[in-house]
């Protein structure tokens, strides 16, 4: 049986959602009716479209083309040589073509000028939006094909998957490739100080793909925004592959550009120069005692320098992330989350908690999280609340004062949570300090 009762599950309360639609116009209604949000059972998630799966040979066809430019234009595609342009022209037509809105953001670097291709798919909450990019420019050494063709060229045939599918998804999907990454992130730096602080809050995160068809491969996630995190391990999962987290270099790649300015960033590694373990030889195949890429950074990073099933499962890996995080399963501002279960509070006794259960959303809790309080009780003196974030950090919301004889703890407290991860099991917790009177939880939420 359920520990929680019939009627609200200790489970996240919103408004139903058969559709984004459907949503997006219920929200409207509440906000412009004030009428409170309703107490009936919570409605379930509305489940993303399943992602295509995203056909290796085209990512290849992408790389092949890459191979050819840099041959064609001195073996190379870096910054500032015909052989970046020439990349950027073969992104853009591609995207041009599938209906994108793109964009090229000229830069200078090192006396020459740089370029950033940015793709907009129209449509969705572009308060919302999701964004993928990768680094187009090779170094100077090599044709970059799996650094960073691997990437580039994931992240344009999912693009075009999207537009193949006609997506519309409940937010706005913007697509990147940099120029100058291997210079110092250059590109896509200029890119996000180029954005007024409005634009870039409204980035709801960040995805980079830099590396992603190492020969040697590793499965490599970015521990950082946890909800991205996920959904790649999600991913990885349902294929029975296992993933480690990304250790050869937090900041080596364009995501930092993001990070650093605060949006939520995630991304897939398959490694570069540093060796596989015997562990990860176990776990993944390959070679142990060799690296990821023994062609990093070298001549030899050319269209043989890619594992095709690595390549194909981090292409399909892109897919299934941006279906999933575009589709608005992630709960608008001023959503709530409510236990109405009832807890007894012993009196005198141990503390006892209620659980509100926050999932879907992105990044950490608003500094000034809401939580509404009802506690019935005969002399709220004798109580002592906190709230506790999932990682067990807890907030002192009320102590205890015995001469406050008066009934009852029903009230709204703000707590600057901002250093909490949104998701997960946050608790109130409740303990009655002093004999005679007692009471009970009756219901609480949080506003986030
Ligand atoms: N961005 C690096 C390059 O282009 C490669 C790299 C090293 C990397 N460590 C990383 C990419 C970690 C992503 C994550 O040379
Ligand atoms: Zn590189
Ligand atoms: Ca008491």
Redesign the pocket.
């Known amino acids: 049986m359920s520990p929680y009762g019939i009627r609200s599950p200790h489970m996240k309360l919103s408004v139903p959602r058969c559709s984004a639609v459907a949503a997006a116009f219920a929200l409207a209604g509440l906000l412009a009716s004030g009428a409170p949000t309703a107490s009936a059972a919570p409605a379930a998630p509305v489940s993303a479209l399943a992602a295509p799966d995203i056909p290796l040979a085209n990512v290849k066809a992408h790389l092949n083309r890459l191979q050819t430019i840099a041959t064609e234009n001195g073996g190379n595609r870096a910054h500032g040589r015909a052989g970046y342009k020439a990349s950027v022209d073969y992104v853009k037509a591609q995207l041009d073509a599938a209906g994108f809105t793109t964009a090229v953001q000229q830069f200078s670097y090192n006396g020459t000028t740089g370029y950033n291709l940015i793709a907009d798919w129209p449509g969705g909450d572009v308060n919302r939006t999701v964004m993928a990019g990768a680094?187009l420019d090779s170094v100077s050494s090599g044709a970059g094909i799996n650094?960073?063709g691997s990437g580039s060229a994931a992240v344009l045939e999912a693009a075009l998957a999207v537009s193949r599918a006609q997506l519309q998804p409940a937010k706005h999907l913007r697509f990147g490739w940099w120029g100058a990454?291997?210079l110092g992130l250059v590109g896509s730096k200029h890119y996000v100080n180029s954005l007024p602080s409005t634009e870039r809050s409204k980035l709801s995160g960040y995805l980079?793909f830099?590396?992603i068809g190492s020969p040697n491969p590793g499965y490599f996630v970015?521990d950082d925004d946890p909800v991205i995190e996920q959904t790649f391990k999600d991913y990885f999962a349902g294929l029975g592959v296992p993933t480690e987290i990304?250790t050869?270099?937090?900041g080596?790649?364009d995501h930092a550009s993001f990070k650093n300015v605060g949006i939520p960033v995630g991304?897939l590694?398959t490694g570069?120069s540093r060796t596989k373990t015997s562990a990860q030889a176990q776990k993944w195949g390959g070679t142990a005692g060799q690296a990821f890429d023994r062609c990093?950074?070298s001549s030899c990073d050319s269209l043989s320098n890619i594992n095709d099933t690595a390549l194909d499962r981090n292409s399909d890996a892109i897919a299934h992330a941006l279906w999933t995080l575009s589709a608005g399963t992630t709960e608008p501002p001023g959503e709530l989350y409510e236990n109405t279960t009832d807890v007894a509070i012993p009196d005198a006794g141990a503390a006892v908690t209620s659980t509100v259960s926050v999932t879907g959303r992105t990044g950490n809790a608003p500094a000034a999280l809401k939580v509404g309080v009802d506690i019935k009780h005969t002399w709220r003196g004798d109580v002592v609340v906190d709230l506790i974030a999932p990682d067990g950090t807890a907030y002192r919301l009320k102590n205890s004062s015995g001469s406050d004889s008066a009934d009852n703890v029903i009230t709204t407290y703000t707590v600057d949570a901002s250093s909490e991860a949104a998701n997960g099991d946050w608790k109130l917790r409740v303990q009655d300090v002093a004999r005679y009177d007692t009471g009970y939880i009756d219901s609480w939420k949080l506003t986030f």
């Open positions: 680094h650094d960073n990454e291997e980079n830099d590396m970015y990304e050869e270099g937090d080596r790649s991304g590694f570069a990093y950074h």
